[in-house]
Nanobody
Framework: QVQLVESGGGLVQAGGSLRLSCAAS????????VGWFRQAPGKEREFVAA????????YYADSVKGRFTISRDSAKNMVYLQMNSLKAEDTAVYYC???????????????????WGQGTQVTVSS
């Protein structure tokens, strides 16, 4: 049984940092592209960042580029999202997800991800 579990969310002041973690069981992140998505109240789930299965490429939404960094630790089967210079508009539930897709274009759409975590809340106070 595949399970993804996010952790590291919390309450932080604007300008602060958080690091989210995504742990997988029943699935090797080495065989999947991994993405982070977020969903704010009343809004649709949106792409945040993704890392290719070979870790040869990382991809970001324009809104987080230069502030967020996605990384993978294959030995621990973990993926991280380092979030710096947080803004109030970053407040959302953050989800990690696994995709078997190879196409970079597919990483930006939630419909191309097969496995999802339960989410972790990030709240940025202004």
């Amino acid at each position: 049984q595949v399970q993804l579990v996010e952790s590291g969310g919390g309450l932080v002041q604007a300008g602060g940092s958080l690091r989210l973690s995504c742990a997988a069981s029943g699935l090797s992140f080495s065989d999947y592209a991994v993405g982070w998505f977020r969903q704010a109240p009343g809004k649709e789930r949106e792409f945040v960042a993704a890392v290719r299965r070979s870790y040869s490429g990382t991809y970001y939404a324009d809104s987080v580029k230069g502030r967020f960094t996605i990384s993978r630790d294959s030995a621990k089967n973990m993926v991280y999202l380092q979030m710096n210079s947080l803004k109030a508009e970053d407040t959302a539930v953050y989800y990690c997800a696994g995709s078997p897709a190879y196409s970079v274009r597919s990483y930006y759409s939630a419909s191309n991800y097969n496995y999802w975590g339960q989410g972790t809340q990030v709240t940025v106070s202004s």
